[in-house]
């Protein structure tokens, strides 16, 4: 019976958290199908139009839009929380009522003093507050834009961000962002609403796009629900009839930003590290077959998150039609991955909830990065040129991020593998054994992938700009990665290292990784920036730290190891339940 | 083989040198990133990766504002370090593989790190890489090297060639030198060079260091040099010059890249010539015409997402006379030289040609598929007995 029950419950696991998914899924598409409210906001939210150089539903340029103004995606109105859609028209069609909105976030003392505000201590101010001072804003702006932008100040970027924020709302408020006109057969291209209605006054022949949008607008200005429910639905089935593929898309992306799969993965990856750390701790302490029981259930539940990971993944891809690594933010959400991926494979040779356990770290870090570096904007901007859709650059960039997933992986287990043997009893000489086969392995991995990748990045760069290697801040820290693990295995080779050696330079591996991928990036900063890359650049060094105590751990001497004393004191006493655990583990 | 060879060849042989060569080079290369915060590329380049010895500034470790740290050590550079690795590989090959399947992987894989490293030296002392530019209409028929400069004294009067001698920025950079020759119609000394620099307009009247020509109206301001880590910037040399003919000065003039159309015109004994500091000038013996030039961007937006330049090739030396269409990523190989399409003047008036030659362009490629192979097989073959006992 009980063992019954120890193979059941990882499938139990994984059926609860897919339950508990689809319901998140339902509830996503409910929104996105319209709401009990008296106005359709989500399915007006729906509507594709084109910003940044790319067509995406109104909804995602309220998001980004409102995220840039207030760092926030959703705003209190009259005490209760409203999405982002909301305020956008608002700005467009309730003007008056929309200045009110407390929506800017000043963050610096001195620019906030430039309001003149009572309250000094409030940091959301609304367009009404700003408008009194708007010249002087403009006049400071000015000033600032001739420093170059390495130069500059706290205060003086801080005022340029106002000076942007400013700016992105009144393109929204008077309409000449984004650009809500879609192509027609007399104009090609996409246009701005207000250049629409001026060109309709100039040649007589009104866009059907105009006239649905100015019904919406004076129907939501004037508060008659029905006629703005009629007129969003109208439009829209205008371009169910003319363009389909637009509004299909458009329609995902807004269930895309409202299940978002990359929050729920995260709280998943912690789940995960939770059991594989319960899992690793029972085996240490008890011995008990529970040890392996969680471990399993740590892994059914790592796959489930795993396909939830993949499907994110997959959306961007087919939202943006470019392969799924093009700037940071995604870089990250691939990095995860890639680990996750070969975590799954790992633990697929080794059953002890090691490799899991390392997944579910490396998951939920890599995807709490992304949401931080998605910071302000639309994390699906489109690319320059010359990154645009090369298949040398396309597979460098894939090959590369594998690379740093592997580096990433080889070094959370032998961080686990150090943790474990200095400051506990419970590295047994199995788990020793099964973690240095997995570092060693990985890190060949690694090995291959991060060269690949690096070839790959030159052949790119010798057909765009015919220089296979330029010796740039970028490309070394790739060759960094590569030597590093070269180093690593001919030092294993040559017998210079043991297994502890691996293990702290697998731990220098995450160093080295961490600065090929962001330190690079902070290279032309300097000291003097402020702001969200100052805030990367503290916590990288912080990871630094980390990693090196890590490593000063790792070089303790042998006799030093807690799991080496007790192994050496009581080698018996210790070792029975390990074996338990082993033949509990091959049964199941 | 006689003993002291023999050990000889075994310390050259040995996996320690391997692994020292290799946290070597993770230094230098450190070094040399760290390097282009505030020093060009092509400087970190020659400093640190193409010579024999790079001289560390270990300042590069300490922010400025934390400590000011003088002092450089001498480290083995790119060429040193490079060379040992060939020699380490070579070595170890003689003296420890034996040829066998079991070792096929390695083997390949090495060498294809010996080609590898041999490329980027062939690339570093034969490639040489140059700007074309040319406003649309007009055509070019020389590469700019935007790494120098050159001063050129320009004699127009003959109707059919002009008469050019070209004085090389390696003479210009010292304050107060002398430049003396039979072929300049006047010496010239160089009161002040400014590696990098940017000219701003000054009102009529105002005092310039500049006795005549088109420094009259302009002041000069050093800039910092342009630093790797910023990408494709380009430093802009300005000089002041005084010219003597005879011991009797002419006058002192200001010289700068960013004046080179039109330029200034010197009077001597009823003579004019004329003179322009410009970037060094490479003429090839063909002409390339700029039919149209495109640059797309989103819309909407600035950003670029495509630019080509539609190009009319002449050379009589060939009897060749064609258009062709060069892109992003679809670059024109003619005459042992790659076109690349790089950059475009301001307001889209004219495109930016890269042009590179580098004999050893292939050399990368071949050393990457052997290296990739051997790894494949390598790893690979690890991999599968690690299955096959998995599996059993």
């Given amino acids: ?588 | 083989m006689p003993q002291p060879l023999h050990r000889c060849l075994d310390a050259l042989a040995s996996l320690k040198l391997t692994v020292a060569l290799f946290a070597l080079s993770m230094c230098l290369i450190f070094a040399g990133t760290l390097a282009q915060v505030h020093g060009g590329i092509w400087d970190v380049m020659a400093g640190y990766f193409r010579t024999p010895i790079a001289w560390i500034e270990l300042q590069l470790f300490v922010p400025k504002q934390l400590a000011t740290v003088p002092g450089v050590v001498p480290f083995p550079g790119g060429y040193l370090l490079g060379g040992l690795l060939i020699v380490n590989l070579l070595a170890a090959h003689a003296v420890r593989f034996k040829l066998s399947a079991k070792r096929a992987g390695i083997i390949v894989l090495h060498l294809g790190v010996i080609v590898l490293l041999v490329g980027e030296f062939v690339t570093g002392l034969l490639a040489d890489e140059g700007l074309m530019t040319i406003d649309e209409g007009s055509h070019a028929s020389f590469v700019e090297d935007i790494r120098e400069a050159e001063l050129v004294v320009m004699d127009r009067s003959d109707a059919e060639v002009d008469d050019v001698v070209a004085v090389p920025e390696s003479m210009l950079t010292t304050p107060g030198r002398t430049v003396r020759h039979d072929a300049l119609p006047f010496d010239i000394t160089v009161e002040q060079w400014l590696p990098n620099s940017r000219l701003f307009n000054v009102p009529p009247g105002t005092p310039t260091r500049a006795t005549l020509g088109a420094g009259l109206q302009l002041d000069v301001r050093e800039q910092p040099p342009a630093t790797g880590v910023e990408g494709n910037t380009i430093d802009w040399p300005t000089a002041y010059i005084t010219l003597h003919r005879g011991g009797r000065p002419l006058g002192t003039w200001l010289v700068s890249t960013f004046i080179q159309n039109p330029m200034q015109p010197v009077t001597v004994d009823g003579r004019t010539y004329h003179i322009a500091l410009r970037f060094k000038r490479t003429y090839k013996p063909y002409t390339l015409h700029l039919l149209e030039f495109r640059h797309d961007r989103f819309v909407g937006t600035q950003t670029p997402r495509n630019f080509s330049s539609r190009i009319r090739l002449v050379d009589p030396t060939q009897n060749e006379d064609r258009e062709a269409v060069i892109s992003m990523n679809n670059p024109l190989r003619y005459d042992g030289a790659t076109f690349y399409q790089s950059a475009y003047k301001e307001g889209d008036v004219g495109t930016v040609l890269q042009v590179v030659r580098n004999p050893g362009w292939l050399l990368p490629y071949v050393a990457c598929s052997l290296v990739a192979l051997g790894m494949l097989i390598h790893f690979g073959m690890h991999l599968v007995r690690f299955v096959g006992r998995a599996v059993r």
């Fill in chain 1, 1 to 588: 019976m009980m063992q019954r029950i120890h193979a059941i419950l990882p499938w139990v696991v994984a059926v609860a958290a897919v339950a508990a998914l689809a319901l998140l899924v339902v509830q996503a598409q409910r929104g996105a199908a319209g709401d009990p409210g008296a106005y359709h906001l989500e399915r007006f939210g729906t509507i594709p139009v084109s910003a940044d150089g790319r067509v995406k539903p109104m909804d995602t340029v309220a998001r980004t839009s409102l995220m840039l103004l207030s760092g926030r995606q959703s705003l209190e109105i009259d005490g209760e929380p409203q999405p982002a859609i909301r305020w956008l028209l608002d700005v467009m069609a309730q003007r008056e009522q929309a200045e009110q909105y407390p929506v800017f976030r000043i963050d610096h003392p001195d620019v906030r003093a430039m309001l003149h505000e009572e309250e000094p201590t409030e940091n959301r101010f609304s367009f009404a507050q700003i408008m009194p001072h708007w010249q002087g804003i403009v006049e400071q702006a000015q000033r600032v834009s001739d420093v170059p932008s390495r130069q500059r100040n706290a205060y003086q970027r801080n005022v340029l961000h106002l000076y942007q924020q400013v700016s992105v709302y009144m393109n929204l408020h008077t309409r000449r962002a984004p650009y809500m006109i879609p192509p027609s057969p007399t104009n090609d291209e996409w246009m701005p609403f207000e250049q629409a209605v001026q060109e309709a006054q100039a040649t007589g022949r009104t866009h059907p796009a105009v006239t649905a949008y100015m019904t919406i607008f004076l129907a939501y200005h004037h508060q008659q629900p029905a006629q703005f429910n009629e007129a969003v639905a109208e439009y829209r089935t205008l371009f169910t009839e003319r363009a389909p593929a637009a509004l299909r898309k458009a329609n995902f992306e807004v269930f895309f930003s409202a299940f978002r799969p990359f929050y729920h993965a995260t709280s998943l990856y912690v789940a995960v590290f939770l059991l594989a750390a319960g899992s690793l701790l029972l085996r240490g302490t008890t011995g008990s077959v529970w040890a392996g029981t969680l471990a399993q259930m740590a892994l059914a539940l790592l796959v489930v998150t795993f396909c939830l990971h993949t499907f994110g993944l997959a959306s961007r891809v087919y939202l943006q039609g470019r392969p799924p690594v093009t700037n940071l933010y995604s870089s990250a959400v691939f990095v995860g991955w890639g680990t996750v991926l070969l975590a799954i494979l790992v633990e697929g040779f080794h059953r002890l909830g090691l490799a899991t356990l390392g997944a579910g770290v490396v998951g939920a870090v890599t995807l709490i990065i992304a949401h931080n570096l998605a910071g302000d904007g639309d994390t699906m901007e489109m690319m320059q040129a010359v990154l645009d859709s090369n298949f040398w650059l396309a597979t460098h960039v894939i090959a590369i991020t594998i690379g740093y997933s592997a580096t990433f992986l080889a070094g959370i287990l032998a961080i686990v593998f150090i943790l474990l043997g200095v400051c506990t009893p419970w590295l047994s000489r199995e788990l020793n054994q099964s973690l240095t086969r997995m570092v060693y392995g990985t890190i060949c991995f690694a090995l291959l992938f991060s060269f690949v990748g690096t070839v790959l990045g030159g052949i790119w760069a010798d057909q765009s700009w015919g220089r296979f290697w330029g010796w740039d801040p970028k490309e070394n820290g790739a060759a960094l990665i590569v030597l590093m693990h070269a180093l690593i295995l001919h030092a294993r080779w040559g017998g210079m290292i043991q297994t502890r050696g691996i293990m702290v330079l697998a731990v220098a591996g995450n160093i080295i990784t961490a600065w090929a991928w962001f330190g690079t990036n902070m290279l032309g900063v300097g000291l003097h920036s402020y702001g969200f890359m100052d805030a990367a650049m503290r916590w990288l060094f912080a990871f630094v730290f980390s990693q090196l105590a890590i490593m000063g751990l790792g070089m303790l001497p042998p006799h030093l190891w807690l799991s080496a004393q007790t192994r050496n004191g009581r080698p018996a006493a210790r070792k029975a339940p390990a074996e338990g655990t082993r033949t509990s583990l091959n049964r199941l």
